[in-house]
């Protein structure tokens, strides 16, 4: 919906401008730049996504249960989401990137197989519950803007506890698949048992299964020379005796989120070249201070410039980039 209200201030700004040049009625013009200014305000507000479950596979009591949770998840998949993008600390802000994009995963992933929910009882309602909890008391205690001492170590102690959820983000997801795998395998081992006893069996497949054996067994064993441990998404390594800078990961836009991010890349351009003279584009963004500087500037024409050089450059930024610093 961001999107559509983005579009539709978009056209009434543009709508207005041109009854201004061509003498409209100023009844006209003011009802387009009034409709423009709701569109703005509508499009700046946090957004619900709507997504909907196929539950029908599942009894009435277990699709209630599943729909509680899934809705359980999403909101607090959005809570850390508001959360990443007003915390400053540059480095938390991108753990909590990677973190939400092994989320997105698993929430794409029993959407699709909503039988699962259950199995990610413990993700849902402790590691994502606490991790938006932490989170939100991180961004809290930043706006604060104390440097006292006791405030440095309940950041540092938030800051490490997020940190480390990152894996358990990890094995969790690994343990639904495993759990499917599971299932997989003994309905496999059924059929397989049921053509046995129909007299067919596959002498390929297990003339296959005796070459991959004989090949591990001459294979020779690893010893873990020369090998390096990839470290952990944001710890922080030494080398020489000195601290280095955390291990980086670069977040990707999520692909159910791809043609969204590129759509808003257009609607911001759009904005910030036709009416980033009043600031629409800051307001548009949440950025009410920069968009009021905006409008009580816009007739130095200083704000016009400016607006064009950004537009230009959504236009041209990478999507992820753009996900990451503008996506709302």
């Known amino acids: 919906m961001r999107n559509i209200y983005g579009l539709l201030a978009l056209l009434l700004g543009s709508g207005g401008i041109y009854t201004i040049l061509n003498d409209y009625s100023p009844a006209v013009c003011l009802l387009l730049m009034l409709g423009m200014g709701i569109s703005v305000y509508k499009g700046q507000l946090p957004q619900q996504e709507v997504r909907k479950l196929d539950l029908s596979q599942l009894a009435a009591e277990q699709a209630d249960t599943a729909l509680a949770d899934w809705e359980k998840a999403r909101g607090d998949y959005q809570r850390i989401e508001e959360a990443r993008r007003k915390i400053r600390d540059s480095q938390l802000s991108r753990q909590l990137g990677l973190m939400q994009q092994e989320s997105a995963r698993l929430l794409n992933y029993v959407e699709k197989h909503p039988e699962r929910i259950a199995a990610a009882g413990r993700f849902i309602h402790y590691y994502q519950d606490r991790a938006a909890s932490l989170s939100e008391q991180y961004s809290e205690l930043e706006e604060t803007k104390l440097e006292t ?41 059924v059929m397989q048992q049921s053509l046995e006893a129909e007299g067919i069996s596959n002498n390929q497949q297990g003339s296959t299964a005796e070459a991959v054996e004989l090949n591990a067994a001459k294979a020779p064993q690893a010893t873990g020379i020369g090998r390096k441990k990839r470290p952990r998404r944001g710890a922080v390594t030494k080398v020489g005796g000195q601290e280095t800078a955390p291990f980086k990961e670069k977040i990707t836009t999520p692909d159910n989120l791809r043609s969204s991010v590129l759509f808003q890349k257009v609607i911001m351009s759009g904005l910030a070249i036709v009416l980033g003279t009043f600031g629409v584009h800051k307001f548009f963004q949440g950025k009410t201070k920069w968009g009021m500087a905006y409008l009580f500037l816009f007739w130095t024409m200083i704000p016009t410039l400016v607006s064009i050089v950004e537009g230009i450059r959504y236009l041209f930024m990478p999507v992820d980039d753009f996900y990451n610093q503008y996506y709302r």
């Open 149 to 189: 001492e006791q405030v440095r170590q309940v950041k540092a102690r938030l800051k490490e506890t997020i940190v480390s959820f990152d894996e358990a983000y990890s094995a969790e997801f690994t343990k639904i698949i495993n759990s499917q795998l599971l299932d997989m395998d003994a309905e496999l081992t």
